[in-house]
T-cell receptor, first 114, second 116 residues
Framework: NAGVTQTPKFQVLKTGQSMTLQCAQD?????MSWYRQDPGMGLRLIHY???????DQGEVPNGYNVSRSTTEDFPLRLLSAAPSQTSVYFC?????????????FGSGTRLTVV | AQKITQTQPGMFVQEKEAVTLDCTYD???????LFWYKQPSSGEMIFLIY????DEQNATEGRYSLNFQKARKSANLVISASQLGDSAMYFC?????????????WGAGTKLIIKP
């Protein structure tokens, strides 16, 4: 049972480059989300999806795009990387959006933009 | 106003002692869930314990228990008989049930260091 799989684990980008962070879950979870974690702060929501074909913005969506063509996959695209996007990114999934349901997290992607 | 407040940026505790990590929250929803996650130095986020707003009893999971005081809007994590492996960042988070975008709202975390 793989849970939530994130790739890559580490990435260095040059300013202006684009890339896609991959996220896949095998638990048939409807709700998926992307967070970023910066030093001294809790996680902040970038984008989320409540099901295939449905995505919405979170707290810090600028500079990122997402799509959800299948239940399993939820990639995060950085359109034109900026140093401010240096962070640790987590993908998480949940069986349901409801308040009783916690998240299963991927192992994270440490991104550095130079 | 912050919705989740963790007032202890860091704590040192002697091994085998109990430790309480503080968390207060702010919500006007009647239905919400409170979660604690552990993040060791390796970076992964590990779910520890959950408390629902309608749960009458405090949640327990092994050495972890949650001291839930609804009127005070606090949800403190208690770790009994601490171990060296408990050294990590601990995050309190809340998921509201109404008028939200279903996100988990996070506190800034508490860094716990267990001393041998």
């Amino acid at each position: 049972n793989a849970g939530v799989t994130q790739t890559p684990k580490f990435q260095v980008l040059k300013t202006g480059q684009s890339m896609t962070l991959q996220c896949a879950q095998d638990m048939n979870h409807e709700y998926m989300s992307w967070y970023r974690q910066d030093p001294g702060m809790g996680l902040r929501l970038i984008h989320y999806s409540v099901g295939a074909g449905i995505t919405d913005q979170g707290e810090v969506p600028n500079g990122y795009n997402v799509s959800r063509s299948t239940t399993e996959d939820f990639p995060l695209r950085l359109l034109s990387a900026a140093p401010s996007q240096t962070s640790v990114y987590f993908c998480a999934s949940s069986y349901s959006p409801g308040p009783r349901y916690g998240y299963t997290f991927g192992s994270g992607t440490r991104l550095t933009v130079v | 106003a912050q919705k989740i407040t963790q007032t202890q940026p860091g704590m040192f505790v002697q091994e085998k002692e109990a430790v309480t990590l503080d968390c207060t929250y702010d919500t006007s929803d009647q239905s919400y869930g409170l979660f604690w996650y552990k993040q060791p130095s390796s970076g992964e986020m590990i779910f520890l314990i959950y408390q629902g707003s309608y749960d009458e009893q405090n949640a327990t999971e092994g050495r972890y228990s949650l001291n839930f005081q609804k009127a005070r809007k606090s949800a403190n994590l208690v770790i009994s008989a601490s171990q060296l492996g408990d050294s990590a960042m601990y995050f309190c988070a809340m998921r509201e049930g109404e008028d939200s975008n279903y996100q988990l709202i996070w506190g800034a975390g508490t860094k716990l260091i267990i001393k041998p």
